[in-house]
């Protein structure tokens, strides 16, 4: 069993900057994909980044130009870089990892607020 461990919300002005890290206990090459999707309250869950076991990164078109999506294979974790944040960022953002099977593992969440 994978377990998906987010760290580093929290509160932040507008226009500043946060970095999520989500930990995985196993090695994520074993993985297809890692994202990172988050969930504002009363919307529905949606996608922010991914990036591919070969490194190729995908974002959603409100967050280019300001998040980045990385990973490090050697301590088997994948950070997110937000910066210039806006009140809108503010959400619950999770981690999720997915197989080359589709089976997919979801973190706990970490809770990102942007105050104006």
């Known amino acids: 069993q994978v377990q998906l461990v987010e760290s580093g919300g929290g509160l932040v002005q507008a226009g500043g900057s946060l970095r999520l890290s989500c930990a995985a206990s196993?090695?994520?090459?074993?993985?297809?994909?890692i994202g990172w999707y988050r969930q504002a309250p009363g919307k529905q869950r949606e996608l922010v980044a991914t990036?591919?076991?070969?490194?190729?990164?995908n974002y959603a078109d409100s967050v280019k130009g300001r998040f980045t999506i990385s990973k490090d294979n050697g301590k088997n974790t994948v950070y997110l870089q937000m910066n210039s944040l806006k009140p809108e960022d503010t959400a619950v953002y999770y981690c999720?990892?997915?197989?080359?099977?589709?089976?997919?593992?979801w973190g706990q969440g970490t809770q990102v607020t942007v105050s104006s």
């Open positions: 196993g090695s994520i090459f074993s993985f297809k994909t």
């Open positions: 990036i591919t076991s070969a490194g190729n990164t």
């Open positions: 999720k990892a997915v197989r080359y099977t589709s089976f997919a593992y």
